[in-house]
């Protein structure tokens, strides 16, 4: 085993999605650190791999890193995307976002949903290394259920499961959720990466 690994920083101040991270980063040959406290990058893009790329080559910039950036979030069929790359902003916190994704709803047959995470791996030269897309397709249920996760996960029914994401272990949210199918792509790419230097 190499003493000299490669760092890679998780640009994400969120710390339930850096935990994820670890955990999938796991078996890879790197050193995994999270972003540096008080780096604030604006979210500016229309898309969420626009996100990710400019998070991921704005953290790897300052801090002299490479960096994986994750852009995430909850596209609502019957509210045409919303809250999409808004998810994060939809209202001031998960318990509100939670009911104001539910009223929205109120009235709605529909309840399919999809999460998205587009990750982005950059170097601090500003050059894009890996970029993918995971997508887990669900309902959202009318009850919130399970105390697991973060986010939208008590309200999300993964199709197939019965299960929300709040009642999933990180193994189970692992294997069925959009990071985890994002991150399955970006896996071996970064492994052949890591193996070059
Ligand atoms: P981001 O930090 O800009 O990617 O914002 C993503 C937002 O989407 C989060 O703050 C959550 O509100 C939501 N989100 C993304 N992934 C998940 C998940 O796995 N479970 C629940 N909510 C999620």
Known sequence: MSMNLRTLVIASGNPGKVREF????SGLPLTVKAQPDGLEIEETGSTFSANARIKAIAVAAATG???????????VDALDG???????????S???????????LDAEDNRSARFCAALCVAAPDGSVLLE?????KGSIIR????NQGFGYD???EV?????TFAQMSLKEKKAHGHRGRAFSLLEPPLRQLLSQR
């Open 143 to 146: 009850t919130p259920r399970g």
């Open 132 to 136: 993918v897309e995971g997508h887990c």
């Open 82 to 92: 919303a809250p999409g790359v808004h998810s994060a902003r939809y209202a001031a």
């Open 94 to 104: 998960d318990p509100e976002r939670i009911a104001r994704l539910l009223k929205a």
């Open 154 to 156: 008590p309200i999300f």
């Open 159 to 163: 199709d197939g499961t019965e299960k």
């Open 22 to 25: 670890e955990g999938l980063l």
């Open 65 to 75: 890193d490479w960096a994986l950036a994750d852009d995430s979030g909850l596209s």
